[in-house]
C-alpha cells in the first residue's frame, strides 16, 4: 500500500453538514485534475450520531473506497446525546474520534477540534497515536468558526487545515465555495477558510509525509453518484414521470428525478404508499408515458403484487430497488446486496421481469437505459437493483460521456396509422395478445387511438384481453410471454453483454460477484495478480435473463471462483448454481453482512485463503461458505 | 386538436357502442345490481357523448371488476383495491381521457382504503364508482367493510362484531368534491348522477347500491329507496359541507334501520381539481404528456443539459 493516494475522512455528526462539505472538497479535488471516489456511512437519524463521508483522489482512477484510510478531520457532533454510565451507545460525542481510528492507517494524520473534542476521553489515545505513527494536529475549529462567523462554520475551518496540511491550493475550494454561496455567508467562510489555512501553515510543524497528490484529466469531469446514473439514464431515454414514496436509499433517485421533471415537462407524484406507487407507474404507462418507479426492500415487497400485474398486462415498466440491510427495517442506512431473490421471484406465479445490477454510476446510467429500451420494446418490467454503497457512491465521470442523443421510443406501440391496419376480431376489438409473434412481443394500442380499445387485465386472457381459462389459451399466452425472456436473452447477446471482466484471459482462479461490489473486486484482482497470482473476476450485471453460456465460459477458464457478495446466505451464488447445475461446484462464497462494504483486502485474503486450501476464515467480518473441509 | 383521434371526435355516441359485440351477456347471477352500474354507465357516456376509444375503464377485483370486461371501450382490469391508484396516473399522463374507476366496497372501502382516501383528498379529476353490496360476494359472503353489524358468514359464525364504515362521510372528511349515492333499481336517477360526475371536475364519488342476491339475501333490494333531493322530508344545501355531513350521517344510519336514501349529498365547484392545481405550479404539462411521445417533432430533453452542477 502506498501514499500516493489521499483517503481524506470527515467524520462528525449527522445533521452537521458533513455530507456538502466533502462533496466541495471532493470536486475541487476532481477539478485539481484527481480521480475521486467517494464513500458515506450515516445513521438512521436526522441530528447526531456518528457519520462520515471517504473520499480517496488519486492520479490514477480509484474503484474502491481502499483499505482504510490516511487523513482524519474530526468535527464535533452538535447533537450528540449525553448518555447515562453505560449506555448502549457509548460517549456519541467523542465519536468522531473514537469511531474512526480502527480504519486509520500507519503514519496517517489527524486534525481533530479540540474546541469539542477532549482527547482525555479517548481510551488509550496517546499510545495508540504512538503504537501507530499517527501524526495529530489539535485545532480549535469551533473557537475559528465563531470568531469569523458562526460556529457551524467549523466544518470550513477543517477543508482549511486539511488543505494546509496537504499543502493544497486553496484556489479551487474557493472557487466552489463562491459557486455555492454569497453574501456574508460566503465572506465568512472565506475568512475562516483563509484564516484556519494559515494558522496551521505557520503554527505547525509538519511531521506527516502525506502530500496531495498531482494530477490531471484529459478532458472535463463531472462528478456523479449512482442516483444520479439511474435518473439521468431514465431521463434521457424519454422518462417523464416518476411515482414514489420516500425511502432510504431509494429517496435519492426520486429525488433527483422530481427535481429535474417539472423543468423538462414532465410528472412527479409522491403518493400515499408503495402499492400506489407502481400501480400508477403502471397506469401513466398504460396510457402512453414512459413511466418509472421504484424502492428500498420493504416499500419494494409493497409493489409485488403490482409487479405481477405489469407482467400479465405486459405494461412496459421499469423499477429500481435500492437495497439495504434487511430483513424487515434492518439497518435502514446500510448496504447489503440481500434483495436478489426478493427482486427476481417476488409476486405470484412464474416470474417474468427482466433483472440489472450495474456497478458503478457510468454503468447506473448505461444499464438503466438500457432496462428502459427493453421494457419498451419487449413489454416487460425492468428491475434496476443497486444499493445503499452505490446510491451514494460519487465518481467522476467525463462530461462528454452524457453527449448522446436521447431516445422517446416507445417501442413495440403502435401509432394510429398502423393500428388502422393491425388485427382486430370481427367486432373491432383491437388483437392486443395475439398469440402469432416473432419474439413475444404483441403491439399495443394506447387509450385515445381510434380502434385500439382492448382491455388489460391481470386475470389470463385471450387474444383481445378478455378473460378466459380456456386451457389452450393459457398455454399459448403463457409460452408466449416466456419466450419474451429467451428473445432478450438473445437479443443482449448478440449487442454486446452488459457485464464487466477484469484480469487476464488465462487467469486460473476466478472471482465473480455483481453490482457495487464490482469496482472493489477490480482493486483486489489487481493486487493478486502484482502479487503473482492468474486472478480474473467477472461481474454479472444481468441477473435475469442470467447470461448462463457467459458464466460456463468463465468457469470453464478457472479452476474455482469465489462468489463476492454482501449477504448472509449467498443468493448470487444460489441463483448461478441453479441455473448452471454441472459446473455449480466450482463457487465457494465469500459474504460479508456487517453493513460496510467490502474492503480490497478482505477479497484477498479470501483469495489467498482458498488458493492456499486453508480452513481458516479471513476476518471475523467476513465468512467464507462452504468452508474448506465442509 | 388532441393528437389521438378518438378524442373530442364531436359525434353522437349511441349507447350500444359500449355493449361487446362477442359475448355481450355478463356472468353476473339473475338479479344482481351491478347490471344496474352497467347500464347507468353505457346510458351516461352516450349523455356525454363519449366514445369507447376514449374513455378507459379501470376496475379492481370481483363482481364488480368485470364491470370492464362488458363495458366496451379502453379497459384496465387491474388488481384488488388498485383502481384508484392505476386511474389517476392514467389521467395524469394523459387528462384528455375520460376516466372512471370502478369496484366493490372491499375493493375501495376495505383493501384500497387507502388510495380512496388520498385520491378523494387530491381531488383527481375523475369518476369513481364503489358498487356496494354489503357483502363479498365472489368468496361466498364474508362480511365486508359496508356489511351490517351482526352479518354472519363462514368467517364471521357469531355474527360481524364490526360497525360498518361511512362512505359518504368519509369522501367527504377525505377531499371528495363530488359525493352522491345512488342504487341500482333506480337507473335514472344513477344515469344522471353518472353523467354529473363525468362532467364534474374533481374526485366524483359515487357509493352505489348494489343488491347481492345470492350471498346478501336478507338484505333488501334497495327498494323502496328515497330521493333526498325530490322528497320533502329532506331539506339540505349539497353546497355546504356541514349539512352535507349530516345528511350523510342521516343516509349511513338509515341504510341499516330499513330506509334507503339516495341522491346529491355534496358538491363543490369551487375546488380546483388536483390537475388544475399540479398545472398551477408547473408540475403537469399544458399539453397531455402521452401526446408528446407520438409527436415526431418533439424536443426532447437530455441530462447532458443539467451537468453544470456536477463540475
Not at chain 1, 484529466?217 to 422518462?239: K, M, R
Not at chain 1, 487476464?504 to 460477484?513: C, V, W
Not at chain 2, 389517476?88 to 375493493?107: I, Q
Amino acid at each position: 500500500m502506498t501514499d500516493d493516494e489521499l483517503i481524506w475522512r470527515i467524520a462528525g455528526g449527522s445533521g452537521d453538514g458533513v455530507d456538502s462539505t466533502s462533496q466541495n472538497f471532493t470536486k475541487a479535488l476532481m477539478r485539481s485534475g484527481l480521480d475521486v471516489f467517494t464513500h458515506r456511512h450515516y445513521p438512521s437519524r436526522i441530528r447526531g450520531g456518528h457519520t462520515y463521508v471517504e473520499i480517496r483522489a488519486a492520479d490514477h482512477p480509484v474503484k474502491s473506497r481502499g483499505d482504510g484510510y490516511n487523513f482524519l478531520l474530526a468535527l464535533g457532533d452538535s447533537f450528540a446525546r449525553n448518555p447515562q454510565d453505560e449506555a448502549y451507545y457509548g460517549v456519541e460525542e467523542i465519536k468522531p474520534l473514537s469511531e474512526n481510528l480502527d480504519d486509520l492507517r500507519e503514519g496517517g494524520v489527524i486534525i481533530y477540534d479540540e474546541g469539542l473534542l477532549d482527547i482525555e476521553e479517548v481510551e488509550d489515545f496517546d499510545e495508540r497515536v504512538e503504537a501507530h505513527d499517527w501524526h495529530v494536529y489539535p485545532l480549535d475549529l469551533r473557537g475559528l468558526a465563531k470568531e469569523h462567523g458562526r460556529e457551524v462554520m467549523r466544518n470550513t475551518a477543517g477543508v482549511g487545515a486539511t488543505a494546509a496540511l496537504l499543502e493544497m491550493d486553496l484556489d479551487r475550494i474557493e472557487e466552489l465555495m463562491e459557486d455555492a454561496m454569497s453574501g456574508e455567508v460566503l465572506e465568512q467562510n472565506l475568512t475562516i477558510l483563509r484564516e484556519s489555512y494559515e494558522t496551521v501553515t505557520e503554527e505547525y510543524e509538519f511531521t506527516h509525509d502525506l502530500r496531495i497528490p498531482e494530477g490531471e484529466h484529459d478532458e472535463e469531469q463531472v462528478l456523479i453518484s449512482g442516483s444520479h446514473g439511474i435518473a439521468y439514464g431514465a431521463i434521457d431515454e424519454g422518462c417523464r414521470f416518476i411515482a414514489g414514496y420516500p425511502m432510504t436509499p431509494w429517496t435519492d433517485v426520486f429525488t433527483i428525478m422530481s427535481q429535474n421533471l417539472p423543468e423538462i415537462g414532465g410528472i412527479h407524484e409522491q403518493v400515499e404508499d408503495e402499492i400506489a406507487a407502481a400501480a400508477l407507474a403502471i397506469g401513466a404507462s398504460h396510457a402512453g408515458a414512459k413511466a418509472m418507479s421504484g424502492s428500498s426492500g420493504g416499500g419494494f415487497a409493497l409493489m409485488s403484487e403490482p409487479l405481477g400485474l405489469a407482467e400479465i398486462t405486459e405494461t412496459p415498466l421499469v423499477l429500481v430497488e435500492a437495497t439495504r440491510a434487511g430483513p424487515s427495517t434492518g439497518m435502514p442506512t446500510k448496504p447489503e446486496q440481500g434483495d436478489i431473490e426478493h427482486v427476481l421471484f417476488t409476486s405470484q406465479g412464474d416470474s417474468n421481469r427482466v433483472v440489472f445490477a450495474p456497478g458503478d454510476p457510468a454503468e447506473c446510467y448505461e444499464v438503466t437505459r438500457r432496462a428502459f429500451q427493453i421494457a419498451w420494446d419487449y413489454q416487460i418490467p425492468t428491475i434496476v437493483v443497486y444499493d445503499q454503497k452505490l446510491s451514494g457512491e460519487y465518481r467522476n465521470v467525463p462530461a462528454s460521456f452524457f453527449d448522446r442523443e436521447p431516445n422517446p421510443s416507445l417501442g413495440a406501440t403502435l401509432t394510429e396509422e398502423e393500428l388502422a391496419d393491425a388485427p382486430h376480431d370481427p367486432t373491432g376489438t383491437f388483437s392486443r395478445y395475439r398469440y402469432d409473434t416473432e419474439n413475444g412481443v404483441s403491439p399495443r394500442s394506447v387509450p385515445g387511438q381510434k380502434d385500439g380499445h382492448f382491455l388489460a387485465s391481470g386475470n389470463e386472457h385471450n387474444e383481445q384481453g378478455h378473460i378466459s381459462e380456456d386451457p389452450t389459451n393459457r398455454v399459448l399466452q403463457m409460452d408466449r410471454r416466456q419466450q419474451k425472456l429467451a428473445s432478450i436473452r438473445t437479443d443482449l447477446d448478440e449487442e454486446g453483454s452488459l457485464q464487466t471482466y477484469y484480469g487476464p484471459d488465462d487467469a486460473d482462479y476466478g472471482i465473480i460477484t455483481f453490482g457495487s461490489q464490482q469496482g472493489t473486486v477490480e482493486e483486489a484482482v489487481e493486487r493478486l495478480n502484482e502479487g503473482g497470482q492468474a486472478v480474473r473476476a467477472l461481474s454479472v450485471t444481468e441477473l435475469e435473463p442470467l447470461p448462463e453460456t457467459e458464466i460456463v465460459e468463465f468457469l470453464d477458464g478457472v479452476d474455482e471462483a469465489l462468489v463476492v457478495e454482501m449477504n448472509a446466505t449467498g443468493q448470487l451464488r444460489g441463483h448461478i448454481q441453479r441455473h448452471l447445475g454441472t459446473g455449480g461446484e466450482k463457487l465457494t462464497s465469500l459474504l460479508k453482512y456487517n453493513g460496510n462494504p467490502f474492503e480490497p483486502h478482505e477479497i484477498v485474503e479470501g483469495v489467498e485463503l482458498r488458493l492456499t486450501g486453508s480452513a481458516d476464515q479471513p476476518t471475523a467480518q467476513t465468512r467464507i461458505e462452504p468452508a474448506a473441509g465442509d | 386538436m388532441s393528437t389521438f383521434s378518438a378524442i373530442g371526435e364531436q359525434r353522437e355516441v349511441d349507447r350500444n357502442e359500449f355493449t361487446p359485440g362477442i359475448e355481450p351477456q355478463p356472468t353476473w347471477c339473475p338479479g344482481c345490481g351491478d347490471f344496474g352500474v352497467l347500464k347507468a354507465l353505457k346510458g351516461a357516456m352516450a349523455d356525454v357523448d363519449r366514445n369507447p376509444d376514449e374513455v378507459l375503464l379501470v376496475t379492481g377485483i370481483g363482481c364488480s371488476g368485470k364491470l370492464s370486461s362488458y363495458f366496451n371501450s379502453y379497459g384496465f382490469h387491474s388488481i384488488h383495491g388498485r383502481s384508484l391508484p392505476v386511474a389517476r396516473a392514467a389521467k395524469l399522463a394523459n387528462p384528455e381521457l375520460e376516466v372512471v374507476a370502478a369496484g366493490g366496497d372491499g375493493d375501495g372501502y376495505g383493501i384500497g382504503g387507502n388510495h380512496f382516501m388520498h385520491s378523494a383528498r387530491e381531488n383527481h379529476d375523475i369518476v369513481y364508482i364503489v358498487f356496494n353490496n354489503e357483502v363479498f360476494g365472489l368468496t361466498k359472503g364474508q362480511a365486508s367493510p359496508t356489511s351490517p353489524k351482526g352479518h354472519k358468514s363462514k368467517t364471521q359464525p357469531k355474527g360481524n362484531a364490526k360497525d360498518p364504515v361511512r362512505p359518504l362521510s368519509m369522501a367527504l372528511a377525505a377531499g371528495a368534491s363530488y359525493v352522491a349515492r345512488t342504487a341500482a333499481v333506480n337507473p335514472n336517477q344513477a344515469q344522471e348522477i353518472l353523467v354529473e360526475a363525468i362532467e364534474h371536475d374533481g374526485f366524483a364519488h359515487i357509493d352505489f347500491l348494489t343488491q347481492c342476491p345470492t350471498w346478501n339475501k336478507d338484505a333488501r333490494q334497495y327498494v323502496p329507496y328515497v330521493d333526498v333531493q325530490d322528497s320533502e322530508d329532506y331539506d339540505f344545501d349539497v353546497t355546504d359541507r356541514r349539512e352535507a355531513a349530516e345528511m350523510m350521517h342521516e343516509t349511513e344510519e338509515a341504510l341499516y334501520e330499513g330506509t334507503v336514501l339516495t341522491g346529491r349529498y355534496y358538491r363543490d365547484e369551487n375546488r380546483k381539481s388536483y390537475q388544475q392545481e399540479k398545472r398551477a405550479i408547473g408540475e403537469l404539462p399544458e399539453t397531455p404528456l402521452a401526446g408528446r411521445y407520438f409527436d415526431e417533432g418533439a424536443e426532447w430533453e437530455r441530462s447532458y443539459d443539467f451537468l453544470d452542477r456536477h463540475r
